[in-house]
T-cell receptor, first 113, second 112 residues
Framework: ETGVTQSPTHLIKTRGQQVTLRCSSQ?????VSWYQQALGQGPQFIFQ???????GRGNFPPRFSGLQFPNYSSELNVNALELDDSALYLC????????????FGQGTRLTVV | GQQVMQIPQYQHVQEGEDFTTYCNSS?????IQWYKQRPGGHPVFLIQ?????EVKKQKRLTFQFGEAKKNSSLHITATQTTDVGTYFC????????????FGAGTTVTVRA
């Protein structure tokens, strides 16, 4: 086990709604990255938080936002959900702003209907 | 578009045989990482390569980083049923880039 936990594990939302996903990073890790993984694809980088600040972002619209808390846990918020947002959302914790190995949580399976 | 490409997309292997999966980038990578994701699971870190031409081994797995730091390979010898899963390569495209770019993965199935 990596020590990275995500909640919830599964979620069904309606188009247009908002969702918040949560991630507890591994003890001692100050960097959290979020990824979206569509079925049959590799994880796509959404953004990264280091010491409570966003320090990198992928090609995702502003309706994808996040937070990192003083204990380094993190949230991913998605507003105005679209059908294409259905995917596995993974968080990964690491050291050194993601330049070392990443420890992934088990993911949250989001289905938008 | 996808900047890190992996081939093949699928690899069907007879148990006991060897195979290689390849990773190619359109730009120079500052490092390359490999992950394995079992069906229904999450990616698990295998290794990181940083130096040009670097080769690392983990039991039956051999990882290589190309001289130009634009490609990498994973070679598995004597494939076992425990090797089933999807293997992803991922890299940082620039030394100051925090974004880790993943390939689409090679999904491996094993015939007993």
């Amino acid at each position: 086990e990596t020590g990275v936990t995500q909640s919830p594990t599964h979620l069904i939302k309606t188009r247009g709604q908002q969702v918040t996903l949560r991630c507890s990073s591994q003890s001692g890790h100050n960097t959290v990255s979020w990824y979206q993984q569509a079925l049959g694809q590799g994880p796509q980088f959404i953004f990264q938080y280091y010491r409570e600040e966003e320090n990198g972002r992928g090609n995702f619209p502003p309706r994808f936002s996040g937070l990192q808390f003083p204990n380094y846990s993190s949230e991913l918020n998605v507003n105005a959900l679209e059908l294409d947002d259905s995917a596995l959302y993974l968080c990964a914790s690491s050291l050194e702003q993601g330049r070392t190995e990443a420890f992934f949580g088990q993911g949250t399976r989001l289905t938008v209907v | 578009g996808q900047q890190v490409m992996q081939i093949p997309q699928y690899q069907h292997v007879q148990e006991g045989e060897d195979f290689t999966t390849y990773c190619n980038s359109s730009t120079t990578l500052s490092n390359i990482q490999w992950y394995k994701q079992r069906p229904g699971g999450h990616p698990v870190f295998l290794i990181q390569l940083v130096k040009s031409g670097e080769v690392k081994k983990q039991k039956r797995l051999t990882f290589q980083f190309g001289e130009a730091k634009k490609n990498s390979s994973l070679h598995i010898t004597a494939t076992q049923t425990t090797d089933v899963g999807t293997y992803f390569c991922a890299g940082h495209l620039r030394s100051n880039d925090y974004k880790l770019s993943f390939g689409a993965g090679t999904t491996v199935t094993v015939r007993a």
